[in-house]
């Protein structure tokens, strides 16, 4: 017996918990696809974004095998159906497929949006940031319009640290010595430390998080981690995941870089960085990267993600560049908002 199950409801939502849980551990997905992670996202930011949560569970004999994880966000008069989360934190989406389904991909996706369309009201679709290793990329890049186009830097840990560090030089020659030189030139103005803040202490995880979005304030004032509403968002992720990672970089016991990650699936997930400009001289956000990357290296961690991005310094430090696009409808509206995003416009 194979039914399709359109959810709406938090109730249902979080009815799926146990399901979804072995699914994942059967397909690894990205932290993106995550329970935990997405009812943690929606859980907080559900409120100010008014987001109604859109997600089709596909069953084979009472067995979860597949999920489609959406929602309808709100922009001004527009519905869009999306991935679930927020359109600004899903860096790489993708669905849950188990691959011994009696279905396809393809008809998998096409009668989960069949099922939405009779159902949900919505006048754009959009599936953002689709890697072109994804399970759904073949089948949307066919069947839907590519609004964006862009790349992420990955780090594949295959050698030792100092021979990742070696093989930098195809990227930038000097990136290694110019950062141990940086390294020694702060070490001479105080005492360096890298710093992994534990989850149980608390009041250290709010101070750290609230230097961490002052920072990124100042620098970007207008991005999503840099609104005051939004700390409570980090709080909730970097107290209740599991495997979040929140680390901070500080020069005489003073915060002059900060980062909140996700370890998930034996990947590193780089998420939002943060530095002090007043210390800019010294490259602190380089060299907390730097520290990072060692980490990683040291608890045997396979994967560093640095996500999608224009950010030279991410490829600097990646030694796998993997493209990706996003997704739109094909109506009349949707092909206006495509131009209308060619031209750089924002969705």
Request: charged residues 25%.
């Amino acid at each position: 017996m194979h039914n399709y199950d359109l959810i709406t409801s938090n109730e249902g939502f979080r009815s799926l918990e146990n399901d979804w849980i072995k699914l994942e551990n059967k397909t690894k997905p990205w932290v993106y696809q995550d329970y935990y992670f997405l009812e943690s996202v929606y859980t907080s930011i559900s409120p100010f974004e008014k987001l109604n949560i859109v997600i089709v569970a596909y069953k084979e004999d009472n067995v979860l095998k597949a999920i489609l994880p959406l929602c309808i966000y709100r922009k001004k008069t527009l519905r869009i159906l999306a991935w679930l989360g927020s359109l600004n934190l899903i860096d790489h989406g993708e669905i849950l497929f188990d691959a011994d389904c009696h279905i396809t991909i393809n008809d998998f996706i096409d009668n989960s949006i069949k099922l939405i369309r009779e159902n949900i009201k919505y006048e754009i679709i959009y599936f953002g940031k689709i890697l072109i290793n994804a399970s759904v990329y073949d089948h949307l890049n066919k069947n839907y319009n590519a609004v964006k186009f862009y790349k992420c830097g990955f780090i594949q840990f295959k050698s030792d640290f100092d021979s990742y560090l070696d093989e930098l030089k195809i990227n930038r020659k000097n990136l290694k010595s110019d950062t141990l030189r940086q390294i020694k030139r702060i070490s001479e103005a105080g005492n360096l430390q890298f710093e992994v803040i534990p989850k149980s202490n608390k009041d250290l995880t709010i101070q750290t998080i609230n230097e961490l979005i002052n920072q990124r304030r100042s620098k970007y004032k207008n991005t999503f981690w840099a609104t005051g509403e939004y700390n409570d968002v980090m709080v909730n992720l970097a107290l209740n995941l599991p495997y979040s990672h929140l680390s901070c970089l500080k020069i005489n016991e003073q915060i002059i870089a900060a980062h909140f990650g996700l370890i998930f699936n034996n990947t590193f997930t780089f998420c939002v960085p943060s530095y002090d400009s007043r210390f800019a001289k010294y490259s602190p956000g380089r060299l907390l990267i730097y520290f990072l990357i060692k980490h990683c290296f040291d608890s045997r961690i396979s994967y560093f993600d640095f996500g999608p991005g224009e950010e030279t310094y991410k490829y600097e430090w990646s030694n796998n560049i993997v493209e990706g696009r996003s997704f739109i409808g094909n109506s009349v509206l949707e092909k206006l908002i495509r131009v209308y995003t060619r031209l750089g416009g924002k969705i």
